[in-house]
């Protein structure tokens, strides 16, 4: 009956329910329908069977347990948590040490991967073979090996009461690596609210100045940030914020004070960023050779450097094939850093493995994971894609 | 992780339906992991890697404490102590494969604890080693007792009840700790060899051997308190009587056996004797077995196959062998121990 409406208006007709139902279920109905049904009720079975097994071991279903107090101690974190603590604290202690190990990975793994791979199409034979090398035994190896081979490494380094001090205030032992930190007396995330404020307004005004007036000499613009990121500090101390310096030292069985990154953080982000460079390597390498010949020979002809050609003319536009394929190394980066608990680093997996080995609830933990790993993904592939839609496709408008 | 789906669920039901009507033919009733064990014709036993305890030796053959217990109950199942499979599991994933069927009963150092048997669904044997958790340190750190590791980092292996011991004795004394958790075997121990952390903390069994793997064995010590109770006990599924009383009374046989002096090489010897105690226990009179329904003689063959608790003891971890094991705790309780029978009779 839509028919005859579908041929007077091609293309802007919705389909009718019958068009609808026949898209759905497509050449053969018969089997499509047998397909659903099998596959809600695999579904369905499959539940029931769960609810039943629980029930047999007298587990509650439910995420109740998560207000309960967890008894076991966590190593490191960036929030406080003690044992004692509820699980879902603790849950939250391994998301941000998952989410710390990877943004950092990530950031990390973008610099080496796009130095390498620019670096593998040198004309040096020695330098492109090299890179070569470094990409197929990363890629060619276990993750989980290149992990215990850099736990190992950083171990390898002295004990916390030989340490290395290759700068005063600076100690790089077996114990991680510690650095003197600003101490502010417990002001810190204040402050630090009050300098991202106080940059983020200096930015507008100053693409407000550049709107009005134009550009700004680049003096100039790096004096007003850097004024910026004082003022708060001065208004501060000002109000009688005291700025002392906290050198580690050596107290009792460990090195204190400072701010530190424990060996298997270093060594967990070490490993998925040096192994992730490597596939993204491939990635720039390959973006890289996607552009035609012809780029290269217009820019060069301009009077262009090698270095400007690659960062004005390839690159910008290289990124475009790029950009998607680092998302998916990004993406595995995250993923794979759940590799954490065979060197130690508690990460979300970690914890959530305690937590399921000491309440037997296995499968809201499991739940937990899922949905903890889907989100940082596909926020992840959010931003991704919007950096892709802004700075990419459309051209960078800055 | 692994759970138990669908297929297998029915298919145990069936089983427990067919065992249910097999009980008005047969004396005893089975339950479903005897039945899939004497289908199969060979019993599934997970354990963990620590010589002395459980370790494959140069032909790949599992040797050791808990290992002789696994032959053991081959012997009372089928009467030969190779019908068994031994595989070796991480203290993680080992209870969720006992849970899954991957096994039809861990012999791999559980510590019995109520949440286990309440919330997680397993029932347990008798206490085959009666442990505790201890510390291995350093010696050049200085320290004598457990309170003086105020402020050091210490390793714990992920998915034992070490981990929450070791919070609790930190909590009760006040003082602080940093933990580092390690699931694979080898990164914990390089982790305490590196200086990476001050401390180990485990069953002090297992730390013993640890240490005995150590390159400078003699530059470590393990502290001699016990943070806890650890009974270390076989883990079987709940749910099939029957098997746990076959895993119980194979365990009793071995400590019974040394109760009367029976050793695998002078069992035949005590064929003649005249106590009827020991007749009943190695079926030279057969009405214990009738009323059971084992095999009469399944006391004796086990005997003859593995010998008894204290030999399995001597041979594997006492103090001939590199772990060098005391008898402690673990000697019978007619010698001051632990270790104890209920009678057969």
Redesign the interface.
Known sequence: MNASAETEEPGRTRPGILTFVRLWLGGWPLAQIALYLGTLLAVFWLGRNLVANMARLGLTPGFAFLEHAANYEIGEGFIAYAAGDSYARAALVGLLNTIAVSALGCLLATVLGVTLGIARLSANPLVSRLVQAYVELLRNTPLLLQLFAWNTVIHLLPGPRQALSPLPGVLLSSRGLFLPAIDTGGHGATLAVAIVGAVLAMRLILKLRRHLAGPSPRRAVVLAYLAAVLLPVAIASGFGVAFTFDVPSLKGFNIRGGISMTPEFAALMLGLAVNASASIAETVRGGILAIPGGQWEAARSLGLRPFSVMRLVVLPQALRIILPVMTSSYLSLTKNSSLAVAIGFPDLVSILNTTANVTGQALEVIVLMLGAYLTLSLATSMVMNAYNRRHVLRGDRR | ?S????LS?GLRAAAVAVAVSGAFLSTAKAGPTLDAIQQRGLIKVGVGTSPGFFAPDSNGKWQGFFVDFGRALAVTVFNDPNKVEFTSSSP?QR??AL?AGEFDILLSGVTQTI?RA????FHFGPVLFYDGQGILVNKS?GVSKAAD?????I?VQ??TTG??N???F??KTGKK????????SK?FV??LE???V?ALTQDSSDLAIRRSQLAKPDDYIVLPERLSKEPLVPAVR??DDRWLEIVNWTVYATIQAEEFGITQANVDEFLKSEDPAIKRFLGVDTSLGEAIGLDPKFAYNIIKAVGNYGEIFDRNIGPKTPVAFERGYNQLWTKGGLIYSPPFR
Do not use: C, N, W
């Not at chain 2, 309440?118 to 669904?121: I, S, T, W």
């Not at chain 2, 590791?149 to 980092?153: E, K, M, P, R, V």
């Not at chain 2, 700790?177 to 694979?184: N, R």
């Open positions: 992780m759970f138990h789906f669908g669920q993680q209870l969720p849970q949440t309440f919330k997680l669904g750190l590791l105020d402020g050091a980092t390793g992920s998915g981990e929450l070791i919070a609790d930190f909590r700790y940093t933990p580092v958790v390690i699931e694979d990164e390089a982790a590196s200086g990476r001050d709940a749910g």
